[in-house]
């Protein structure tokens, strides 16, 4: 199947710093999603990327579909607790299947 | 609104014995549905999924099925479990396509 890496794979910031991560894929995907997961729950929806160079912004948080379509990033601005939480990309290129990556946990101290 | 359900939420069966998880959507009609595993809270691993009552794949061999006997129902189901069924099994549903899949609260199966 297709391998998608994340990195980094953990991140310890502190309350109010940025965050950046990024997801890299072996092949193209024509769709990019990213997720937020906290412990004991499932997977939400944080942001949907459609086309290369999109753009996109969900309140403090950024993702955007790489020129090269091989790759995704993830930005959160002003981290606060709430932030923490293991993040998740996952990309499609044809069929119903997407391929998620390994996650970066996130912790954020106060 | 769409909304999936998930249960249990917690389960704890012994190495040997059956299992039935079971997953359900209202507020959408149709939809594609997927059962993933996830080990130590990390990497989904794709189980099966069905585009339709009775339509099954199945992407790793494994101990596990799964049926979907009615058009917003699907249901994740073993024999005799192993210790390396243990797990954190999700359930997720789109329209298909490029749409997002949208995940439930997944079930904690614990196998002694």
């Known amino acids: 199947g297709q391998q998608l890496n994340q990195s980094p794979q953990s991140m310890f910031i502190q309350e109010g710093e940025d965050v950046s991560m990024n997801c890299t894929s072996s092949?193209?995907?024509?769709?990019w999603l990213w997720y937020k997961q906290e412990p004991g729950e499932g997977p939400v929806l944080l942001i949907a990327l459609y086309k290369a160079g999109e753009l996109t912004s969900n309140g403090r948080l950024t993702a955007q579909f790489g020129i090269t379509r091989k790759d995704s990033f993830l930005n959160i601005s002003a981290s606060i607790p709430s932030d923490v939480g293991i993040y998740f990309c996952?990309?499609?290129?044809?069929?119903?299947?997407?391929?998620f990556g390994t996650g970066t946990s996130l912790t954020v101290i106060p | 609104s769409q909304t999936i359900h998930q249960w249990p939420a917690t389960l704890v069966q012994p190495v040997g014995s059956p299992l039935s998880l079971e997953c359900t959507v209202e507020?959408?009609?149709?939809?594609?549905l997927y059962w993933y595993r996830q080990a130590a809270g990390r990497g989904l691993q794709l189980l099966f999924y069905s585009v339709g009552i009775g339509q099954i794949s199945s992407e790793v061999p494994q101990n596990l099925s799964a049926s979907r006997p009615q058009d917003r129902q699907f249901i994740l189901s073993s024999k005799k479990l192993l210790l390396s069924d243990s797990g954190f099994y999700l359930c997720?549903?789109?329209?298909?396509?490029?749409?997002?899949?949208?995940f439930g609260d997944g079930t904690r199966l614990s196998i002694l």
């Open positions: 997720a549903w789109n329209r298909g396509g490029n749409q997002p899949q949208h």
């Open positions: 507020g959408t009609s149709n939809p594609n």
């Open positions: 996952a990309g499609r290129h044809t069929g119903n299947q997407f391929y």
């Open positions: 092949s193209i995907f024509n769709t």
